[in-house]
């Protein structure tokens, strides 16, 4: 079975600050990791993905098979980073169309 | 930029009734998705399709659900009685491949409520 944790609802930070926000996961085989966000009443879209090691928006997550981790960190905060965060996997199953999401973590910044 | 984009925004519907939420993916895509996302919880995954048919389906996708894509742009998820229970945000996503790492791109959302 596959599964995404997010230990954390609420994350809150002031502005220019660090930010990592946790996401472990469980899954057997070899995952395929996301990040997802949610800007408020925007649609769901996608942050950034382990297979291209990009950096997006200043944002930039490792994926650790040791530690089972993807976790989505960001030197300086910004207001505009303020958001739903979404870790997801996607199994290699030949279906790799599925996506499993964690439970998301509000990152809070303030000045 | 092209969007999935998801009507109604928001459905009210009694009990038993029948519903079916509409989707409109993006045109060169040929992997569709439903999600679904009750309040306070996670996106749960419910069902996918490709070439006029179901790949893959969750556990939560019983004989109540279906899917169709009747004409070739719309992909529609109808529930046949709905319950209590099916009250939540429902979200249709598009990709272009099933190709690990494919980007899926998601609608904004219909919140269903089940009085």
């Known amino acids: 079975a596959q599964r995404v944790t997010q230990p954390e609802k609420l994350l809150s930070v002031f502005k220019g600050a660090p930010v990592e926000l946790k996401c472990n996961y469980s899954?057997?085989?070899?995952?395929?990791l996301f990040w997802y966000v949610q800007y408020s009443r925007q649609r769901l879209q996608l942050l950034l993905r382990h297979i291209s090691r990009e950096s997006i928006k200043g944002f930039t997550a490792d994926l650790n098979k040791g530690e089972t981790s993807f976790h989505l960190k960001k030197p300086f905060a910004q207001e505009e980073d303020s958001a739903m965060y979404y870790c997801a996997l996607s199994g290699y199953t030949g279906t790799a169309s599925k996506l499993t999401f964690g439970t998301g973590t509000r990152l809070q910044v303030t000045l | 930029e092209p969007e999935v984009t998801q009507t109604p925004s928001h459905q009210v519907t009694q009990m038993g009734q029948e519903v079916i939420l509409r989707c409109v993916p993006i045109s060169n895509h040929l992997y569709f998705y439903w999600y679904r996302q009750i309040l306070g919880q996670k996106v749960e995954f419910l069902v996918s399709f490709y070439n006029n048919e179901i790949s893959e389906k969750s556990e939560i996708f019983d004989d109540q659900f279906s899917v169709e894509r009747p004409d070739g742009s719309n992909f529609t998820l109808k529930i046949r009685s709905t319950k209590l229970e099916d009250s939540a945000m429902y979200f249709c996503?598009?990709?272009?491949?099933?190709?690990?790492?494919?980007?899926?791109?998601f609608g904004q959302g219909t919140r269903l409520t089940v009085v």
């Open positions: 996503a598009s990709s272009r491949s099933r190709r690990v790492g494919t980007e899926a791109f």
């Open positions: 899954y057997s085989g070899s995952p395929e």
